[in-house]
């Protein structure tokens, strides 16, 4: 068969209550990997047939009812570089099936996953993507009467069902994309129900085993949010690894980083990485931090993760207040607001992460900068969409915040970005299309300047093509401060007293 033929294939997605089934891949390229029960057709098969034969040989399952889903082109990842096949991939979708579970043929093992399990098995490519549209297809097709929503990101997935009534608003209000990985979702999620009592405790899961003494806190209840994933759903990064610039040839110049540079130590934290977890645990220039990036929010921030002398390290509780990442510290699991570095439950109450000098630059100016710099790589590039965007289309203009229930800023729109400092004075907050137009602008002793060069994270499928948003950089005496470039919305909530300077 000549090289570059197109190889036809099948895979199948089949659910039973809240778990789909996977099985286990035995051979190369994808050996070690879960995926939906497939393979290639026979001769003379169609696809349908090849999805049935495929089934039973790999799960000892008849399946029937069969429903076509989406065709979709397979791809792996081979030292860091997505390596598309020659395959083309149509899916089925079901929920009949007879017989007993039993791996055969190529799958080494096979099982239904619970949806929530699903974070925590290393998937192939575009996993996440093709069963999330297989179960869009299965809920368009099964329930009436009700909304239900199915909402994925870094692989994982929540069917949740409510009345009409009680979606409406929120459906109004929320769902505004319709991206790969929004193809069923972007949908509000309301905190598993105990989002609406003001005196509830947010611990919906105890599977999850917390440890947070829930009966100290500075926030109302009411205010959080579940995103989705259970604790740790998304996993943070806490053995990070790191390549020469020399060596980071898959990054696109236009890329945003999140760079820092203690002691000599100069480190890039690329938003194609961080995108899909949320937290890095590192030692840079021999300091604790903690690396941050919430995607609803565009909120990079790195914190000194030294408490009272002691090095901590952070990892996400699944919930959110203000649409904004809340994580928590593994030693006494208090939760701790990514925008303020404030823990407001647990028994760190009122403690302070102090936030320190980064940028969030493209990777050109981070190179120029620090030409001997280090940049962080995922640990398994193979099990999650790195360089992808699940959130795409979310920062056009015109759009509305993604579970938020806070009253949004006047004169200025939610979703544009503006810039915080931070001072002891008092915060400054300015429009990002002020800075650009003027280019340079000095407040308060602060010195802002922007320069073209960067792309969006949050706008196409491939971050970096996204639209142009450009670099920011603020100095005080010639020196670096902490800041952030966040949306208006998300300053507005946490600091509505503060006038957005536009």
């Known amino acids: 068969m000549p090289e570059n033929s197109t190889i036809q294939a099948t895979s199948v997605a089949l659910f039973s209550e809240e778990r789909v089934l996977l099985i286990l891949r035995g051979r190369e390229p994808l050996k070690g990997l879960w ?74 093992e096979a099982r239904w ?173 021999g300091k604790a931090i903690t690396v941050t990036y919430c995607p609803l929010c565009n909120a990079a921030i790195v914190f000194d993760a030294t408490i009272d002398g002691k090095r901590h390290t952070f990892g996400t509780t699944g919930r959110l207040r203000n649409s904004d990442l809340l994580m928590y510290d593994r030693v006494k699991e208090s939760w701790w607001q990514q925008f303020s570095g404030e823990a407001v439950i647990g028994d760190y109450l009122g403690k302070l992460l102090r936030i320190l000098p980064s940028r969030l630059e493209s990777f050109a100016n981070f190179k120029k900068r620090f030409p001997h710099g280090k940049v962080l790589v995922p640990n398994n590039a193979g099990t999650r969409n790195y360089g992808q965007n699940p959130y795409v289309s979310y920062d056009n203009s015109g759009n509305t915040p993604f579970l938020f229930r806070g009253s949004l800023p006047k004169n200025i729109e939610a979703m544009a970005r503006v810039i915080v400092v931070r001072d002891v004075d008092g915060p400054i907050i300015l429009s990002m299309k002020k800075l650009r137009d003027q280019g340079k602008m000095a407040i308060n002793g602060f010195q802002f300047n922007w320069q073209e060069g960067q792309a969006s994270a949050l706008d196409v499928s491939e971050i970096s093509k996204g639209r142009e948003v450009g670099n920011v950089t603020v100095q005080r005496e010639n020196k670096d401060v902490a800041y952030d470039v966040t949306f208006a919305f998300v300053a507005h909530a946490f600091q509505p007293e503060v006038k957005i300077r536009q």
């Open 113 to 285: 996953v619970e949806f929530l399990e699903l974070p925590t098995l290393p998937l192939t490519p575009q996993a996440e993507q093709i069963i999330a549209r297989a179960h869009e297809t299965i809920l368009t097709q099964s329930w009436t009467g009700l909304i239900e929503f199915e909402w994925c990101k870094s692989r994982t997935c929540v069917k949740l069902q409510s009345n009409k009534e009680d979606w409406a608003v929120s459906l109004k209000n929320s769902i505004r994309t319709r991206s790969f990985v929004s193809i069923v979702f972007f949908a509000l999620l309301l905190a598993f129900g105990w989002a609406n009592s003001a005196n509830s405790d947010p611990n919906p899961a105890p599977r999850e085993n917390w440890r947070t003494d829930f009966s100290k806190t500075s926030i109302n209840f009411s205010e959080v949010m579940s995103g989705g994933p259970p604790k740790d759903g998304i996993p943070s990064i806490d053995d990070p690894k790191f390549i020469t610039i020399a060596e980071a040839t898959q990054f696109n110049d236009r890329e945003p980083v999140i760079g820092i540079e203690i002691a000599g130590d100069a480190r890039a934290y690329p938003l194609s990485v961080l995108m899909w977890h949320e937290i890095a645990n590192d030692i840079v220039g």
């Open 35 to 108: 995926s939906l029960p497939g393979g290639r057709l026979e001769a003379q098969e169609t696809h349908e047939q090849a999805a049935i034969r495929e089934m039973r040989e790999e799960t000892g399952l008849s399946v029937s009812n069969l429903t076509f889903v989406q065709q979709f082109i397979p791809f792996h990842m081979k030292e860091g570089v997505k390596i598309i096949s020659n395959y083309r991939l149509e899916v089925f979708t079901s929920l009949d099936f007879s017989g007993e579970l039993s791996a055969g043929d190529d799958a080494a």
